[in-house]
């Protein structure tokens, strides 16, 4: 089954201040935020991690360059190496976008890569080329991890959460560090070392284990991998991931929202035609009443199936919800499993992005942005950047676990794991692998 092991990392000298020098993942960082993390510390690993920043031209030079400046912060000791083999526990206390206040608990190892059709690690969403090409080179230049993966272990029997608590429950104060992200939620990371890491590794051997974040990285490492076997360097054969039990008490998934671009957008009355025999819809709302929009969904009589649509050149919104159960069937006729046609995000791009506006689903990439904030959403649409916005509930793990054991994927951004894991928490230099 998978196997994972504790490692040598490479991370931040401790008379580095360690909020200064983390970053979200650089999928996640639009302009304003990438050029504030830039200034905040010529030591970010946005640096490093996002050589390329939103509306820059990639270029070789810009990859070196990154991979100059790791060399370079390793040779200066910025950067240091663990003595021994560990595992970082990593804790995050956060406040979820809902206001609840929640403790996840997992950790950061090294991950031997297996092809996806081992069925070892399981994805659970599309992925798209362009982001895979960004990562495949800076992997050509750095030859290093500089972010890790997000990965879900079943933890059936709560073994691997009993033996992470047993480890924090050891840790020397002195050792751990903390760090605030973006959204002051706290992050505080420690070493494992000795026979509690080799504990917690090792219970992972008998479990698939399953994308949560880090699709295109996953593939990428998969692709590079075999650029490096091809000359006879099996360096590049292990990952750098975080692990976190399904169990978890603070594991939370929130909804991506759609905000659709570019495209030649029906009237309001029309889509709401091509919807209305397989979806319930509520009167036409204006703007001033849209604002709410999200929550609405949750009153519903059957959550995953209702959708708030804002029309933007209308200034007008509406809930609609699926009610006719043969369109569903009509899905699984297309070829999806039955587990796959029912979920919110499948309905959305096929029944009603697809159906209802005429967009392709391969065409999404050109023509759907993602945003997580519902407020954020709302702002962006009556500001006439986008003609199109959807409004869904969240994807529950356990469908994220369902639709991966079927070996079928979701639409790209079916699931928001909240909070982010902080790039800059430790990395690993290939060369030392």
Not at 184 to 204: F, K, M, Q, S, Y
Not at 349 to 368: A, K, N
Request: glycine fraction near 6%.
């Amino acid at each position: 089954m998978a196997e994972v092991r504790p490692f040598r990392g490479v991370r931040y000298d401790g008379g580095v201040e360690l909020t200064d020098v983390v970053a979200p993942p650089y999928d996640v960082l639009d302009e304003a935020r990438t050029i504030e993390l830039r200034e905040r510390s010529p030591l970010n690993a946005v640096h490093v991690d996002l050589p390329v920043g939103p509306g820059e031209t990639p270029t070789p030079e810009a990859y070196e360059r990154a991979a100059r400046l790791f060399r370079l912060w390793r040779r200066d000791g910025a950067l240091v190496q663990e003595d021994e083999a560990c595992i970082y526990l990593v804790d995050q206390m956060y406040q979820g976008p809902d206001g609840l206040e929640r403790l996840r608990r997992g950790f950061v190892a090294r991950l031997t890569l297996a092809g996806l059709e081992e069925r070892l690690v399981l994805p659970h969403e599309k992925t798209h080329a362009g982001p895979k090409a960004d990562r495949l080179n800076l992997y050509r230049a750095a030859h290093a991890d500089l972010s890790q993966i997000f990965l879900l272990c079943p933890d059936d029997d709560g073994a691997v959460e009993e033996e992470l608590a047993l480890a924090a429950g050891e840790l020397d104060p002195a050792i751990v560090r903390s760090a605030r992200d973006g959204d002051g939620n706290l992050h505080r990371i420690a070493p494992v070392t000795g026979e509690r890491a080799a504990r917690v590794t090792e219970l992972l051997g008998a479990q698939s284990l399953y994308i949560a974040d880090g699709h295109h990285r996953y593939e990428t490492a998969l692709a590079y991998r075999e650029e490096r076997r091809a000359v006879g360097d099996h360096s590049a054969d292990s990952l750098m991931v975080y692990v976190c039990s399904m169990r978890d008490p603070g594991l939370s998934v929130f909804p991506a929202f759609r905000l659709v671009k570019d495209i030649d957008m029906p009237p309001m009355h029309e889509v709401v035609a091509r919807l209305a025999p397989a979806f319930e819809v509520t009167a036409r709302q204006d703007a001033a009443a849209c604002d709410d929009l999200a929550e609405r969904l949750h009153d519903c009589a059957d959550p995953g199936r209702a959708f708030g649509l804002y029309f933007a050149r209308e200034q007008a919104c509406c809930v609609v919800e699926l009610r006719d159960a043969s369109a569903l069937d009509h899905l699984v006729s297309e070829g999806l499993s039955p587990q796959a046609a029912r979920l919110s995000v499948t309905i959305l791009h096929d029944l009603i992005l697809r159906d209802g506006l005429g967009l392709d689903p391969r065409l999404s990439e050109e023509h759907v942005d993602y945003v997580t904030s519902a407020p954020d959403a709302l702002d962006r649409l009556k500001s006439g950047a986008y003609e199109f916005g959807v409004f869904l509930t969240a994807t529950g793990v356990d469908e994220v676990r369902t639709i991966a054991d079927l070996g079928e994927t979701m639409p790209q951004k079916s699931t928001y794991f909240f909070p982010k894991l902080l790039t800059g928490v430790a990395f690993h230099s290939l060369v030392d692998a």
